[in-house]
């Protein structure tokens, strides 16, 4: 599908699919008119901190005893440099919030064999953002090796 309202013209689907199509916070956008997109982006923004540091915080509790613990690690997680340096590229945000449903699901594979929530969020992570779903795939797979070798 092609269209001219994207530069010069450009393929749709290829333009737009790294950056918004797999994205569900632009899917939450889509309901309200284009010219809101603007009053749209701070509240989107808020969610996709808030989805990071929930899921980072769900991830880290894991491995702790505290839950104090674990909430100053999603809110590092959820603020941490990679995050605010890149507050102006929208996109950058939701790899961030698929990263730990990843690193759960996989703990959760490697202890209690459930593989179909692995899958998933595998999937979901792919189609939210192929490129950054690369070299999160490489840091799974060093991490998984990494567990094995965790008593």
Same mark, same amino acid.
């Given at each position: 599908? +092609?269209?001219?309202?994207?530069?010069?013209? @450009?393929?749709? %689907?290829?333009? !737009?699919?790294?950056?918004?199509?797999?994205?569900? #916070? $632009? +899917?939450?956008?889509?309901?309200?008119?284009?010219?809101?997109?603007? !009053?749209?982006?701070?509240?989107?923004?808020?969610?996709? &901190?808030? *989805?990071?540091?929930?899921?980072?915080?769900?991830? %880290?509790?894991?491995?702790?005893?505290?839950?104090?613990? @674990?909430? &100053?690690?999603?809110?590092? !997680?959820?603020?941490?440099?990679?995050?605010?340096?890149?507050?102006?590229?929208?996109?950058?945000?939701?790899?961030?919030?698929?990263?730990?449903?990843?690193? &759960? @699901?996989?703990?959760?594979?490697?202890?209690?064999?459930?593989?179909?929530? #692995?899958?998933?969020?595998?999937?979901?992570? @792919?189609?939210?953002? !192929? #490129? $950054?779903?690369?070299?999160? *795939? &490489?840091?799974?797979?060093?991490?998984?090796? *990494?567990?094995?070798?965790?008593?």
């Amino acid at each position: 599908m +092609w269209s001219w309202q994207t530069d010069l013209g @450009a393929n749709f %689907i290829g333009s !737009y699919s790294f950056y918004t199509l797999g994205s569900p #916070f $632009f +899917w939450l956008s889509m309901p309200f008119p284009a010219e809101f997109a603007k !009053y749209l982006m701070a509240p989107l923004l808020v969610l996709k &901190i808030s *989805c990071c540091s929930l899921f980072a915080f769900a991830y %880290i509790r894991r491995f702790v005893r505290k839950p104090q613990s @674990a909430l &100053i690690g999603g809110l590092l !997680y959820a603020f941490s440099g990679f995050s605010m340096y890149n507050v102006f590229f929208n996109h950058f945000h939701e790899a961030m919030v698929v990263f730990p449903l990843m690193l &759960i @699901a996989l703990e959760e594979t490697v202890v209690n064999k459930r593989r179909v929530f #692995f899958a998933l969020t595998v999937a979901l992570n @792919a189609f939210v953002n !192929y #490129f $950054f779903f690369i070299g999160e *795939c &490489i840091f799974l797979v060093i991490y998984f090796l *990494c567990r094995l070798t965790d008593p």
